[in-house]
């Protein structure tokens, strides 16, 4: 049974960092494309970043570039996102995302950036 657990998300001033957790189980999560998704209160989903099958190949919404990092640990069959430099407009829920299309999502952690 496929499961993806988002940790990590919480309340962090605008200039702060957060890091992301999502713990995957019921695959393997390197035999799979991987991203990070997220939704701001009263919009659509917006892709984040995402992470190739071979971890390589990384890529990145053109407002987070530079400021978030996709990464994943295959020995804890995890994948993070370190979020840095972060503003009020990156306040949303956050979701994990297996395969490409997607076929599984995580629950989601709330980020809120605010003063």
């Known amino acids: 049974q496929v499961q993806l657990v988002e940790s990590g998300g919480g309340l962090v001033q605008p200039g702060g960092s957060l890091r992301l957790s999502c713990a995957a189980s019921?695959?393997?999560?390197?035999?799979?494309?991987m991203s990070w998704v997220r939704q701001a209160p009263g919009k659509g989903r917006e892709w984040v970043s995402g992470?190739?099958?071979?971890?390589?190949?990384?890529s990145y919404a053109d407002s987070v570039k530079g400021r978030f990092t996709i990464s994943r640990d295959n020995a804890k069959n995890t994948l993070y996102l370190q979020m840095n430099s972060l503003k009020p407009e990156d306040t949303a829920v956050y979701y994990c995302?297996?395969?490409?299309?997607?076929?599984?999502w995580g629950q989601g952690t709330q980020v809120t950036v605010s003063s």
């Open positions: 995302a297996k395969g490409d299309p997607v076929d599984y």
């Open positions: 019921g695959f393997t999560l390197s035999r799979f494309p």
């Open positions: 992470i190739n099958i071979g971890g390589g190949r990384t």
